[in-house]
Structure formats: C-alpha cells, structure tokens
C-alpha cells in the first residue's frame, strides 16, 4: 500500500518514511502542490498530513485531497493540538488526530486501523452498487434484448402455480432462473428444493424425491420425508430433467395430475402443493421421439417455456458481467477491486465462452485470485483463453485499441473510452485530457460522475 506523507519539515518525512518503509511504499511531500501532485499522479492509499504547513492551512489541504479523492484516509497531525481543530479536522474529513511529538508505535498502529476501515468501507461500497446495479433482476446481470425477455418472463410468471421448463446450455444460469422465480414470488416463503437428477442413482433417486418408510429397503433405519413433502407449499427445481429414468417419469407425472405423492413402501399417498420447475440442456422433443421422455410428461412440464440463450448470443453482457465478478471476488478475497488491462479486456470480449457464464466467472476467479497486481494482464488469464487466442490473433494484436461492445448508450461507449485512455496513460490526468482534447477540469468532472454511478 502507497502512504503519501506531507510535512514542511524534512526530518519528520525522513523519520517516518525510515520506520514505515518496510510496511508501505512511503512517498513525502514538503509542499502541498507536490503533494497534490502525487496524489493525481500515484495511486495513494493514506495521507499523513501536518496542519501547520507553513505555506498553507493544513484543514484547507485536507479539503482539497477528500474532494479529489475521497476514498482517501487521512490522519492529520500537528504540534499545536487543540479541541477545536480537533473537531474542525474530523468535520472536513480526516479519520484521526495525532500530537507531535510522534509515537511510532501509535503511528503504525494507527494507519493499520485506518487502511483496514478503508478496505472494508470498500468492500462494502462494491458488494452495494453489485446489488443496486440496473441491469440485474434477483440477481441475474444482463441488458441484452434476449436476457431482458428472461426478466420480463419471470415478472409475468412468479406469481402463478404453471409447471415452468428452463432450457438453456450449461452454464447458462439456469438454476438462478429458478430461484428468481420462486423467490420473487408468491411463494418465496416456502421451501425452495434443489435436486440433479442425473446425479442420483434411480433407487436414491425416488427417495429423495418421495420419501421412504422405516425398512423399505436395505439401509432405510428410519422414515424420510422426500422432497415434495418438504417442498409442501413452495418449489421443486428438478435440474437435468431429461436425464430422469422412465420409471420415475411416470410418478412425476401422477404428482402433476393428483398432487399427491406415495413414499417408497407405503400405500398412503399424501397431498403436497408444489410448483414444479424443471430445466435441461437437452432437446426433450427429440428425446421424446427417441422414446427416452414421456410425451404426456414434457407437455406438463412445459407449461411455460423459458430458454436461457448462451453467453455468445449476448456479448453485449460480458462487459457487464465481468465488472460484476471482478467487484464480488475482489470483496469476496479482501483485496483492493482489480481491473483488467485493455489487452486482456479485449481477449475475454473475444472469447466464445463454450461454458457460458459460469465458465467467464471462473477465469476471472482465477485471474483475481493469482494476479499479484491491481490490474490484471493478459498473460495471468487461465491457459485455456490464452491457447484459444493464440492461433486467431494475427496482425489484430498487433493494433492496440479498445472493443466497445454494442447495444452500448453513447455515454456508457464514452465512460469506456475515457477509463481506457486514462490507464493508457497509467493514470496521468494531464496527459489523458491532453489526449482526449478536454480539460483537466473536465476529466476531473467525468471521473467524479463515473464515482458516483448514475443519477
């Protein structure tokens, strides 16, 4: 972590720059305008800062510092302690007071709690604008026409008892579908039940999912309530539907029909409610044909039709969803949010993502987790999108640039561009305004509203 220390007096700067140097990168600063300078200039994690700056007022200072970067903690200090600047310096934004002479200890001790607020003040701001993003419903992230019609399905559909028939490839989310359905509807306060059934052996299977009396089988040491009971009132998700045998096909197909279930070795069916919601990446029309599917079963379960399209039909999403997992591992690890370089940008929005989401997820996972950097390079992506680069990238990287995915507004499409140019230039303002023909007032303006989200 970079400490910024702004002190007239050169001893204090080399004093506290020789007992921090082994914890912290320490730059100092014995007049403020090269303090603001490397504040604009390097990526500062905490400010040390005299208040009695010969030249300046050091409250006047802070003022400055919060207002171009607010994220910034800063411990003020100062031989002439008082109540009253005390309060005036906590007021404008300073995180603590500290009296000269200075102890190390509390030094150190100090700018420990404080960059631990701020990480954790971070972590808490990403987690909030991850859940208050726009472009999300229960979760589920996308602004492209066809996973906006997945939203608009589950609004009309939540809140009715029809059988619901996800498909989609692997990957594609659909069990977070699922939930979305249930939860945000009017039967979220019942029991939401999960089971693959292609993960189950058949004799496993119909226990779990019906239930069992007390020596129904060899190992049954007791009754067991399946699922349905269980789900009495709320929801089934039945994943990889199309890979449920024959045999059990036909009770599903009787609990659709009579609501009730009948536990392996009883002869007592019981009356359940629960809405079934099924998904598979198969065709189950051609499974039908083939005579692996129950034709009078598919029809039941598919009530509703609800397909899931892959990550490749909507790129315009990707940038979106990286952003989203780039901002949850970063809180989920404790670290400082990451961000991709432009070059490695460019290789995940180029990448076909055979497994859909949930592959993009875990290579930025990856990436997080083994980048030593806060931005994250194209040779620290998982091996599998750098071989599927290798043999397609030709004479096009050479050419540096940045992709601006469509279906982007012009102001997303600018937010872009102005992020890109400024990491081009490693983060120097001047030179990206200066690059971007407007003012360093200007970006300064732009920078402040890409902070604060949208209105």
């Known amino acids: 972590m970079?400490?910024?220390?702004?002190?007239?007096?050169?001893a204090i700067c080399s004093s506290l720059s020789f007992a921090l140097e082994d914890e912290?990168?320490?730059?100092?600063?014995?007049?403020?305008?090269?303090g603001l300078r490397l504040l604009d200039e390097e990526h500062i994690d905490g400010v040390l800062l005299d208040l009695n700056l010969r030249v300046a007022n050091g409250i006047d200072l802070l003022r400055v510092i919060k207002e171009r970067k607010p994220e910034v903690v800063v411990i003020i200090m100062t031989a002439y302690g008082s109540i009253e600047s005390s309060v005036e310096a906590m007021k404008a934004g300073a995180y603590h007071y500290l009296s000269k002479p200075l102890n190390l200890d509390e030094v150190k001790l100090l700018l420990t709690k404080a960059l631990t607020f701020q990480q954790l003040h971070r972590q808490v701001q990403v987690l909030s604008q991850a859940v208050r993003q726009q472009e999300t419903y229960a979760g589920i992230i996308g602004k492209s026409s066809g996973i906006q019609k997945v939203f608009q399905l589950i609004e009309k559909v939540k809140d009715i008892?029809?059988?619901?028939?996800?498909?989609?490839?692997?990957?594609?989310?659909?069990?977070?579908?699922?939930?979305?359905?249930?939860?945000?509807?009017?039967r979220q306060r019942g029991a939401f039940s999960v089971i693959n059934c292609a993960a189950i052996p058949e004799p496993l299977l119909e226990s779990e999912l019906f239930g069992h009396e007390k020596g129904a089988f060899t190992g049954a040491y007791q009754k067991q309530q399946g699922l349905f009971e269980r789900s009495d009132g709320g929801t089934i998700f039945l994943d990889e539907i199309g890979e449920m045998?024959?045999?059990?096909?036909?009770?599903?197909?009787?609990?659709?029909?009579?609501?009730?279930?009948?536990?392996?070795?009883?002869?007592?069916?019981?009356?359940?409610?629960?809405r079934i919601i099924s998904a598979t990446n198969?065709?189950?029309?051609?499974?039908?044909?083939?005579g692996n599917f129950r034709e009078d079963l598919?029809?039941?379960?598919?009530?509703?039709?609800?397909h899931l399209p892959p990550l490749r039909e909507r790129k315009e999403d990707v940038p979106l969803l990286i952003e989203h997992f780039l901002a949850l591992y970063s809180a989920n690890m404790g670290v400082?949010?990451?961000?991709?370089?432009?070059?490695?940008?460019?290789?995940?929005?180029?990448?076909?993502?055979?497994?859909?989401?949930?592959?993009?997820?875990?290579?930025?996972?990856?990436?997080?987790?083994?980048?030593?950097?806060?931005?994250?390079?194209?040779?620290?992506?998982?091996?599998?999108?750098?071989?599927?680069?290798?043999?397609?990238?030709?004479?096009?990287?050479?050419?540096?640039?940045l992709l601006i995915p469509e279906g982007l507004t012009l102001a997303e499409a600018e937010r872009m561009y102005i992020l890109f140019t400024l990491e081009q230039n490693e983060g120097h303002r001047l030179n990206t305004a200066k690059q971007l023909s407007i003012s360093e007032r200007g970006l300064r303006e732009k920078l402040k509203q890409y902070l604060r989200g949208p209105e």
Request: proline letters at 6%.
């Open 336 to 401: 400082r949010t990451k961000a991709f370089s432009p070059d490695a940008k460019r290789r995940l929005y180029d990448y076909a993502y055979p497994g859909n989401v949930r592959e993009l997820s875990n290579m930025v996972e990856y990436a997080v987790a083994l980048s030593e950097n806060d931005v994250i390079q194209p040779e620290e992506l998982p091996e599998s999108l750098r071989k599927a680069r290798s043999g397609a990238a030709g004479e096009e990287e050479k050419q540096r640039g």
């Open 245 to 274: 045998p024959l045999s059990l096909q036909a009770k599903i197909l009787r609990v659709i029909q009579e609501k009730v279930v009948t536990p392996v070795g009883s002869q007592q069916p019981k009356e359940v409610d629960v």
């Open 282 to 290: 198969r065709n189950l029309q051609s499974e039908v044909a083939k």
């Open 24 to 34: 912290y990168r320490v730059l100092t600063a014995s007049e403020p305008e090269e």
């Open 2 to 10: 970079n400490i910024l220390i702004i002190d007239d007096e050169r």
């Open 298 to 306: 598919y029809y039941r379960l598919n009530v509703i039709p609800l």
């Open 161 to 186: 008892n029809s059988n619901v028939l996800i498909t989609g490839e692997s990957g594609t989310g659909k069990e977070l579908v699922a939930r979305a359905i249930h939860f945000q509807g009017f």
